[in-house]
């Protein structure tokens, strides 16, 4: 299956409120020894309310080096820190005000913020369970937490998470967008297709969107539909990045290779340095018995530095017809090791060591190829691309 890079959500999501501010933090200070005018929590806050966020993080310094018990100032120092982007700086002063007083308002919900901005989703998801557990109504938990674990990989609990997010905000259509998917990945492929027929009523133009279909239809193993989308899709974008490939790959699927050959070559010429690309129509001119013609594209795909199973898989069969029995092992081992579920790399490594007269390692093989199932191909989301597209800056 394959999966197509979704364009990047350039525009904002329009709902992660930026900073919680707490003006009853002067207040909760009182407990403190009364400060110099200068370096108070309330000269911080008037410093503050100028815009003058530089003056107030120094103001804010003193007081903790001061008193370095102080949760709330922490709290405020981390708060100034965000609002200037200093999102390291930021986290750090919030942990030492959480590590102090885990009550403080808001105090998880803004740590899991800064961690989320630099890009730390793993570390982001503790501290908004959290504000989400305090506040079960917040929808910017909520959907930071399920944004975060998208960013962490953790597909299943951020389509539950952006789920119930969007059912909050169903016209923010950037957010069906990850939602999807995190669906997709999640190989959910019921809740993906209700999402990208959400999204194509909004966009039908949209070539991205007809190839997100088609590949949640071919998870379903709906490949003939998956194709109608992805045709669909090059009507209106013809040089969207990897749609003919798409489209090719899901040919090849059903072992329709003439059909499979001119989308590859389409692609290529499109992006010459398309790996999965130059692999799959070495695989089809291997299958026609060009092992000349596909022997060029195979090394090609590998020097992209992209471990391509097929492309070890074909490069091991060509070796071990010309002979070359060590470099037949290396490769096929290699194609065995991006996917051990595989019988046929196990199978054509029997035969080359059957080959070399290697009768025993030949029926440890063979024996493999029987005791396996065979694997169901991957889908064309997967084939597209090895990592989900990115979150929205």
């Known amino acids: ?73 922490w709290a405020s120092l981390g708060v100034d820190y965000s609002r200037q982007q200093k999102y390291p700086q930021a986290a750090s002063a919030y942990r030492k005000a959480l590590a102090l007083d885990s009550s403080l308002p808001g105090i998880q919900l803004n740590l899991g913020l800064a961690e989320f901005k630099q890009g730390h989703f793993a570390a982001a998801t503790g501290p908004l369970q959290a504000a989400l557990a305090a506040d079960p109504s917040s929808g910017q938990a909520l959907t930071l937490l399920g944004l975060s674990c998208y960013g962490a990989g953790r597909f299943a609990e951020a389509t539950e998470h952006l789920t119930e997010a969007s059912k909050a905000d169903p016209a923010n259509l950037e957010l069906h967008q990850v939602l999807a998917q995190s669906c997709l990945w999640a190989k959910n492929y019921s809740c993906a297709l209700n999402e990208f027929k959400l999204i194509l009523q909004q966009n039908p133009d949209s070539p991205a969107a007809h190839m997100l279909m088609g590949e949640a239809l071919d998870g379903l193993r709906r490949t003939p539909e998956a194709i109608a989308e992805f045709e669909e899709a090059i009507k209106v974008g013809p040089s969207e990045p990897n749609v003919h490939f798409g489209l090719g790959y899901l040919h090849w699927e059903l072992k329709q290779y003439d059909q499979a050959e001119p989308e590859f070559k389409k692609e290529l010429a499109i992006d010459p340095g398309h790996a999965q690309a130059s692999a799959y129509l070495a695989d089809v001119a291997l299958k026609n018995n060009d092992a000349d013609s596909a ?15 097929i492309a070890w898989l074909d490069i091991g069969i060509i070796q071990g017809q010309q002979g070359q029995h060590q470099q037949a092992i290396a490769s096929l081992r290699r194609a065995i090791e991006l996917d051990p579920e595989q019988p046929d790399a196990h199978f054509r490594l029997g035969r080359v060591y059957q080959a070399m007269g290697n009768q025993a390692e030949a029926r440890k093989e063979f024996e493999k190829v029987r005791t396996l199932h065979e694997k169901a191909d991957e889908d064309v989301a997967r084939k597209m691309t090895t990592t989900p597209p990115p979150l929205p800056k």
């Not at 207040?27 to 911080?44: G, I």
């Not at 003056?55 to 080096?65: D, G, H, L, N, P």
């Not at 022997?295 to 199973?309: H, M």
């Open 1 to 73: 299956m394959l999966t197509t890079f979704l364009p990047r959500i350039s525009t904002r999501l329009g709902l992660i409120a930026a900073f919680l501010l707490w003006p009853a933090l002067a207040s909760a200070q009182s407990s403190n020894p009364a400060p110099a005018p200068s370096a108070s929590p309330a000269a911080a806050i008037a410093l503050e309310q100028q815009g003058k966020l530089d003056e107030a993080i120094k103001v804010w310094q003193t007081v903790v080096a001061r008193s370095p018990r102080d949760a709330a100032a």
């Open 295 to 309: 022997l060029p594209l195979l090394k090609k795909a590998l020097q992209s530095g992209k471990d391509i199973r």
